[in-house]
Structures are given as C-alpha cells and as structure tokens.
C-alpha cells in the first residue's frame, strides 16, 4: 500500500525473487513523494517515471487511483494476499489550531505544492482547480517542505513572499542551501516570529495572517530554546494566500481502515524495527507511517528490511 520510497523498496527486491507483487496507491501517477512531494525545480519526474517502468518489467502490477479503505477494504488485502505492507506515508499536513485555517486561501503545504508544480491531470480530481493569482504569500514553517512552498510561490508569480519561523535562523532544520536559493530569489525571512491568527476579510477569504515577535529563552524538551512573546510587538501582514508547512502526520483514518493494527499514541504503526512486522500476522509496515515524516533513504531502507522479512514469513510461514 503506497507507492512511494518505502513500497519501492519493498516492491522492487520481491518482484527479483520472483512474488507477484501488486502496488497500490491512492494518487493518479506513482511516486508518491518522489513524484508529488517535491517541486520540479528540484526534481526530473522523468527518473521517477522510469523506475517504475522498470518494476512493471519485472512483473509489479500498479494499482492507482485507488483509495484502501473506502475503494477496497483493508480485510480484502489481508484476504486475498499472502502479505500486506503498508507504506503510505506521512501526508496529512499538520494544523495550527487557529480559527479560519479552512478559510479560501488557506493552503497545506501539500495541496500547494502539488497544485503549483504539476498537471491537473496528475491529480486527484478534488485538486485539478489551478491555483488563483496571487500577489502577496505567506509560508508558515521552517523545514525543507517551506522552502520548496515558497520558492514554488515565487514561480507563479507571487509580488510578495513572506517566510514566518518562530526561531532563528541558526535553528531551522531545513538544509542552508535551500534557503540560499530562497533568499536569492527574494523570498522575505520573519526569524523569531510566531502566527497568532489567520485573518479574513468581509467575504470570509483570508486577508493575511496577525503575528507576534518572539524572544529565546530556556530549553525545551527538544533542546531547543523556547520561543517566547514580546509584549506589544503583534504586527499584522497582508495575503491573499496563506500556506501551512509545519510538518506532516500520518492520516488519522489509519485507525478506522486497519483498527487492528497497533499505532502509537501519534497514530503511527508500530513495528519490530528488525523485521517491520506489525501487531497483525502478515501484515508490515514502513517509511514515514512509521518513523514520522523521513529521508527518502530511510523509507527505502525500511522497505528493504521489509522485504526480507516478507520473504522468510512466506517461506516459513512463522510469525
């Protein structure tokens, strides 16, 4: 289930053992973060088109467009299959809780991305609209996936493109060399500055987003400093798109798709490390469901061990 890095992984070594193999994913084309994840600006799609002809020469079958739990029953894979791996990822866009955060506007970092970079026939049919015009965007977040939002916006023409992080510089967890490109394409740095609230106007669209500058202080349970308020510094600033990139979440309907598979209290699975066996006879899991939001490298190699773990269940049958 998912065809991404981890279900690559897993995919690619059991079809050259000689198992049928059969992917599903519930997105038009596959790659899943390889293919819709990241910008074109930064990725040829062409290589990821490429691997999975592969795979389909080496006999996996693809199954796309097709949603586990409301087009096929997750019970019907366990049924019909002699082993279920599940790799779907991490892709429910993390909230900031603020009132108006489903106002028209109002973007995850995931629905941006994949509407500014690719065709509306790569996409579900719920994303086909193309984005409006928009002159003035503001990017809330400060890893990878912001960058690739506000460099994206700077590619559709935005006048304006604004950056909000509630810490430093020095403490952002995305790579320096993305942000270099950032600011040589003019995006505009908020350091130190957290949202308070999204604004709308009479309409009920968004009209930018109220923030507050922040301070240092002690440590917290990352071993990061805290973030704390400046008193009368709250500022507003004007948008007519607001995008959400604070990090991602494995979809919350994992538990009402496969109830019996265990997930932790963050709703990712839980697996023996060693072998990515779940709770569930014959059924395995990976990547990102599992780890939270990775490297690529780390969902392949989650695939791997899979797959080898798949392989000695069907051979002895033991689990």
Known sequence: IG?????????ERLARSGHAVTMFDAWPVPGALLHYGIPNFKQNKATVAEK???????????????????????????RDYDAVFIGAGAIAGAELGFEHEDAPGVYSATEFLVRGNLPPEELPEGLREPLPDMRRVVVIGGGDTS??????????????????????????????????????????????TAPLAILTDADGAVSGVRCQRMQLGEP???????PEPIPDTEFEIAADAVVIAIGYNVDEEWGEVAPEVNRDPWGRFTVDPDTMRTNR?????????????????????????AAASIEEYLETGEW
Do not use: K, W
């Open 147 to 192: 960058m690739d939002c506000v460099r994206t916006a700077v590619r559709l023409g935005a006048e304006q493109v604004r950056l909000v992080y509630r810490r430093t510089e020095e403490e952002m967890q995305g790579r320096a060399e993305e942000r270099q490109h950032a600011y040589e394409e003019g995006v505009i740095f908020d350091y130190v």
């Open 52 to 78: 999975f002809d592969d795979l389909q020469a080496m006999g996996v079958r693809l199954v796309m467009n097709t949603h586990i739990g409301r087009d096929v029953p997750f019970e019907h894979l366990e």
């Open 220 to 226: 917290d349970e990352s071993g990061r400093a805290r």
């Open 3 to 11: 065809a991404g890095p981890a279900g690559i992984g897993v995919a």
């Open 281 to 305: 006879p014959g059924v395995f899991a990976g990547g990102d469901d599992v780890n939270g939001a990775d490297l690529v490298v780390t969902a392949l190699a989650d695939g791997h061990v």
